[in-house]
């Protein structure tokens, strides 16, 4: 079974900087794909961020530039570096991979 548990969030003000983590278990990281997601009350669920197996990245186009996603084959995490950060990044943000049933989530709010 897999399990995802996300850490990392915080309050921090415009143009700051947070990096999230999420621990793995149950797969390996560097066989699947993995992703970030963002969700705001109200709203549906938003793919922000990808890394596939072989380390392709992708990104939703408002973070590009911005955020970038990586993993830790060792630890068996995925991270997400997050600077700039602006007030409408403010949202609660999980890492997935499909198939997998939802985690908690980590609450970012960039707010001054």
């Known amino acids: 079974q897999v399990h995802l548990v996300e850490s990392g969030g915080g309050l921090v003000q415009p143009g700051g900087s947070l990096r999230l983590s999420c621990a793995v278990s149950?797969?390996?990281?560097?066989?699947?794909?993995m992703h970030w997601y963002r969700q705001v009350p109200g709203k549906e669920r938003e793919l922000v961020a990808t890394?596939?197996?072989?380390?392709?990245?992708n990104y939703v186009d408002s973070v590009k530039g911005r955020f970038t996603i990586s993993r830790n084959n060792a630890r068996n995490t995925v991270a997400l570096q997050m600077n700039s950060l602006k007030s409408e990044d403010t949202a609660v943000y999980y890492c997935?991979?499909?198939?997998?049933?939802w985690g908690q989530g980590t609450q970012v709010t960039v707010s001054s």
């Open positions: 997935h991979v499909a198939g997998a049933t």
């Open positions: 149950g797969i390996f990281v560097s066989a699947n794909i």
């Open positions: 890394i596939t197996s072989i380390g392709r990245t």
